[in-house]
């Protein structure tokens, strides 16, 4: 019996290896497949966070509210939680993060917009404040639709490199 992750050693006229390429082509169907669900789910993230931005009462000059957005992962910004979506620790299906700060100065104080971390977990000069977890509460609110966009797009993906469909 050979050793491997899946166990396939067993004779069964080609199904292993039929099991195996589905395997290894899985993340990479998904990724075609939901890719263009997930950027729609960020943009609701991010359309959440904005408004619940606006329901704390969070700004004076409107520089933190105009820098939340959607990156790229790995793009640093001076402190504010992100948020990825993974299908394993190899295979990402959407490099994106939700971010708030930097970017932008503030007129107030001519400096950039450093302090969207202070605000959002109530730290700092915002301590009295409590926190504003704006970005933390968006992504919350759209947990189950993001579930149900995973779940739908594994199926087809597996229907996809399983079936041929």
């Given at each position: 019996m050979s050793k491997s992750f899946w166990g396939f050693a067993e004779s069964d006229f080609g199904s292993k290896g039929r099991t195996k390429k589905a395997v290894?082509?899985?993340p990479i169907e998904i990724d075609k497949q939901e890719k263009w669900r997930l950027r729609a789910w960020w943009f609701r993230v991010k359309e959440t966070a904005k408004t619940?931005?606006?329901g704390y009462r969070a700004f004076d000059t409107g520089t933190l509210y105009r820098t939340i957005r959607i990156e790229q992962k790995g793009v640093s910004v001076w402190g504010a939680p992100t948020f990825m979506v993974t299908f394993s620790p190899e295979h990402e299906l959407i490099d994106s993060q939700i971010v708030a700060?930097?970017?932008l100065i503030n007129p107030k104080t001519g400096r950039i917009?450093?302090?969207?971390?202070?605000?959002?977990?109530g730290t700092g000069r915002n301590l009295s404040k409590g926190e504003r977890p704006f970005l933390r509460d968006a992504i919350n609110i759209h947990l189950n639709e993001l579930n149900r966009i995973l779940n739908t797009?594994?199926?087809?993906a597996l229907n996809t490199v399983w079936v041929g469909e």
């Open positions: 290894e082509t899985l619940l931005f606006m700060g930097g970017m917009c450093d302090y969207a971390e202070s605000v959002h977990d797009g594994v199926d087809k």
